[in-house]
T-cell receptor, first 111, second 113 residues
Framework: DQQVKQNSPSLSVQEGRISILNCDYTNSMFDYFLWYKKYPAEGPTFLISISSIKDKNEDGRFTVFLNKSAKHLSLHIVPSQPGDSAVYFCAASDNFNKFYFGSGTKLNVKP | KAGVTQTPRYLIKTRGQQVTLSCSPISGHRSVSWYQQTPGQGLQFLFEYFSETQRNKGNFPGRFSGRQFSNSRSEMNVSTLELGDSALYLC????????????FGNGTRLTVT
């Protein structure tokens, strides 16, 4: 049973524009949410996180939004750069240090 | 600070064999988790170790096992390999202080023929 879902397997965006990656979850016990970026032949790299007590967290060009009532998480990248092209995974944890990952969204930022 | 180190990077095994993968966490991280990634799938949780004890386990058969040593290094073993075990195996470590992110190694690519 997939508790974290990324329904868009791919996304294509023009350089300089906003990239919005979405993620839905089903378990209301999740209280910590994260985004990872993964390049081929490398492990996922931690990007940004948010706890359930907040609804927004920013770090440079990356902003994560959390809508607990909708059980929805999104990552905004502004402005998008070609180097952002990678697979992005969202993840959630229920505070037992067990993380549930989505299936990933492949972002392509066109120059 | 050195990151999470996994060895070997690539492995080719035949069905029925067994394999051991190794992981050295970031210095000071006492929690080590293992994940399996297959094409088109997200990361599937295998197990998590903390202070040499398995605290969490995913929905994998008993052929998948692991252990953690007193220096926090961890090994994962898969016995009686099947073709479907071909995957990228990722190890991650974390501080486990409040909400702490996982930090991943580059993985071991296992191919079973």
């Amino acid at each position: 049973d997939q508790q974290v879902k990324q329904n868009s397997p791919s996304l294509s965006v023009q350089e300089g524009r906003i990239s919005i990656l979405n993620c839905d979850y089903t378990n209301s016990m999740f209280d910590y949410f994260l985004w990872y970026k993964k390049y081929p032949a490398e492990g996922p790299t931690f990007l940004i996180s948010i706890s359930s007590i907040k609804d927004k967290n920013e770090d440079g060009r990356f902003t994560v939004f959390l809508n607990k009532s909708a059980k929805h998480l999104s990552l905004h990248i502004v402005p998008s750069q070609p180097g952002d092209s990678a697979v992005y995974f969202c993840a959630a944890s229920d505070n037992f240090n067990k993380f549930y990952f989505g299936s990933g969204t492949k972002l392509n930022v066109k120059p | 600070k050195a990151g999470v180190t996994q060895t070997p990077r690539y492995l080719i095994k035949t069905r029925g064999q067994q394999v051991t993968l190794s992981c050295s966490p970031i210095s000071g991280h006492r929690s080590v988790s293992w994940y399996q990634q297959t094409p088109g799938q997200g990361l599937q949780f295998l197990f998590e170790y903390f202070s040499e004890t398995q605290r969490n386990k995913g929905n994998f058969p008993g052929r998948f096992s692991g252990r953690q040593f007193s220096n926090s290094r961890s090994e994962m073993n898969v016995s009686t390999l099947e073709l479907g075990d071909s995957a990228l195996y990722l190890c991650a470590s974390s501080l486990v202080v409040g909400n702490s992110p996982l930090h991943f190694g580059n993985g071991t690519r296992l191919t079973v023929t």
